[in-house]
């Protein structure tokens, strides 16, 4: 079974530049999670979709972050514009149901903002 | 709402010795517990879990913790140490009849290991 898919691996960016991380989640996985874990720290959770609908996005700083799962597979999260201490790496995580007991975690995107 | 103290920020090993790394939680009611490992360039794997039952579980690689309310801790331990055994390891802990993956994470311990 193929694991969750993320890219790129890293990307570097100016500050006030945007940029874009896709996630490719396990294969009918229905939910799918976005995490930012900034050096020395654990993750932290930005946004939970369940199929294409969000179902808890209040950690996500809505006025430079996005993310969307149009057709509840893939999903995009995006940074515009980015700060310095956006400098993270980004994971990807799915799960099957709602109510399932494991997540399963992508090898992450690491941001570096300059 | 639920937070996750580790109070280890780095712990070293000789290998084949024994391991214990120390998680605190605070959640008012019954917590879902669970220990990832991160190598380094690599996403978390999850070790073990504890969601009700028996309060020792057991998990991968040799791995077992102890769910003790009265101290709400979650401890994780090793009997013998591996040198591949060297990543950092994160507890956390999710609210009852939620998403395993909508957790709260510590911050982390390292465990480096000694030859």
């Known amino acids: 079974e193929a694991g969750v898919a993320q890219s790129p691996r890293y990307k570097i960016i100016e500050k006030r530049q945007s940029v874009a991380f896709w996630c490719n989640p396990i294969?009918?996985?229905?939910?799918l999670y976005w995490y930012q874990q900034i050096l020395g720290q654990g993750p932290k959770l930005l946004i939970q979709?369940?199929?294409?609908?969000?179902?808890?996005d209040s950690q996500l700083p809505k006025d430079r972050f996005s993310a969307e799962r149009l057709k509840g597979v893939d999903s995009t999260l995006k940074i515009q514009p980015a700060k310095l201490e956006d400098s993270a790496v980004y994971l990807c995580?799915?799960?099957?149901?709602?109510?399932?007991?494991?997540?399963?975690f992508g090898q992450g995107t690491r941001l570096t903002v300059v | 709402a639920q937070s996750v103290t580790q109070p280890d920020i780095h712990i070293t090993v000789s290998e084949g010795a024994s391991l214990e790394l120390r998680c605190n939680y605070s959640y008012g009611a019954t917590p879902y517990l669970f220990w990832y490992v991160q190598s380094p360039g690599q996403g978390l794997q999850l070790l073990l879990k504890y969601f009700s039952g028996d309060t020792l579980v057991q998990g991968i690689k040799g791995f077992e913790a102890e769910f003790k309310r009265s101290q709400s801790s979650f401890n994780l331990r090793k009997p013998s140490v591996h040198w591949s055994d060297a990543a950092e390891y994160f507890c956390?802990?999710?609210?009852?009849?939620?998403?395993?993956?909508?957790?709260?994470f510590g911050d982390g311990t390292t465990l480096t290991v000694k030859p």
């Open positions: 995580a799915s799960s099957s149901t709602v109510r399932d007991t494991e997540a399963f």
């Open positions: 956390a802990v999710g609210a009852e009849n939620t998403n395993a993956g909508k957790s709260t």
């Open positions: 294969s009918g996985h229905a939910t």
């Open positions: 979709f369940q199929n294409n609908g969000v179902v808890d």
